[in-house]
């Protein structure tokens, strides 16, 4: 079967990517072994997107392809799954996934290959998740995705109840391929969706936030709100249970966000039910993002009660996009990147280390008083007076200027 739609264009751009995938896939035919590029990989090339990870299905077990490839992490090799490092890029090798396990053939026939892949490809989630493609560039797409994606649907291989019923993460899968791709869901699978919402509840939340995020941060983010409210699935999900404020403050938000630290700090800031503790207890996520999402809210709130220029030294690099798109979500849309950049060039000093003084001058300053949180307090009034120009940062200035009680 030839691809029914040019693949060349984004081939090119992803030309080593796919280079080396292809030399993979030559090594394990050599070896008696079948490989096919399949899920993402060719799901956003034939969308003309840009590739995230490359994923190759084989029949070849994970010993197999650790004994034919030198560099091999067995990342899941419970679940069939290895990283082989070639090249420098990494490459995601799945052995099939059949109803009757393998049997050690070397040499199996062409048939038999393109059953098992058949098999491995009715598991996939979706039909434009389910498509195949071999280091010809031959497409292999028995669930006919290249028509869903004409259609522009994300629709379940196989009955969609079914499919819910074995892994509800796939709901809210759905939703997240509605945000990347602006596509609608089918109706047979969103009303399964509506039936089966409910099940979300058992997956582990891991799962779901790692959906959640790429959901997000999704060009067609507001796809997906649809999706969300339509499918029922909302009022299952960590911290929007019983939450109405939430809820409304959610059917009002149609911009994507850069991650869940600027999801976190919108939402803790615009809705007083949904803290950012709520938020990283809830969806378990990583002290960076606490962090994170905590300095986020902080720099709003010394936006709003401090000058500028106290906000700006505060602000680090990593968080610039994330706090500018926190202002305009929240009607602040004046300050640019550039305005900041240009306060940051005028600040005094642009970290605590450049201070003319630090700790231990402080306690020579005032040998007599214990150690204690004053030292802290000190050094915080005195940095914020130095950002704001109100005194200059030199050694015997702030001397003097502690000495006559400041
Ligand atoms: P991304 O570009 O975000 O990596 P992806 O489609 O490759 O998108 P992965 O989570 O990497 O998503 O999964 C790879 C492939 O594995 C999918 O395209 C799909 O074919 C299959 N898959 C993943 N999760 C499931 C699931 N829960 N049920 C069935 N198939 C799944
Ligand atoms: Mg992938």
Redesign the pocket.
Known sequence: MKPSINVCLVKMMCKELFKRAEEIIERLEQAGFAGYIV??AVRDTLLHRKI??M?IATDAKPEEVQALFPKVVPTGIQHGTVLVRHHGLSFELTTFRTESGYSDFRRPDQVRFVTELQTDLSRRDFTINAIAMDRFQTIIDPFGGQTDMQRRLVRTVGNPADRFQEDPLRMMRAIRFQAQLGFAIAENTMTAMRAHAHLIRHIAVERLAIEWEKMMTGDYFSHAKEGLLQSGLLRYLPVFTDNQPLHRLFATVDQPFTGWANWIAYMDIACPNSSVTDWVREWKLSNQVKKDSKLLVHLYQSFQHEPIEWTVYQLPNALMDDFLQLLTRLGFSDLTAKDIASYQEQLPIKIRQEMAVDGKDLQQFFPNRPRGAWLREQLEVLEKAIVLQEIVNDYDTIREWLKHGN
């Open positions: 899920g993402g995230g990870d994923d």
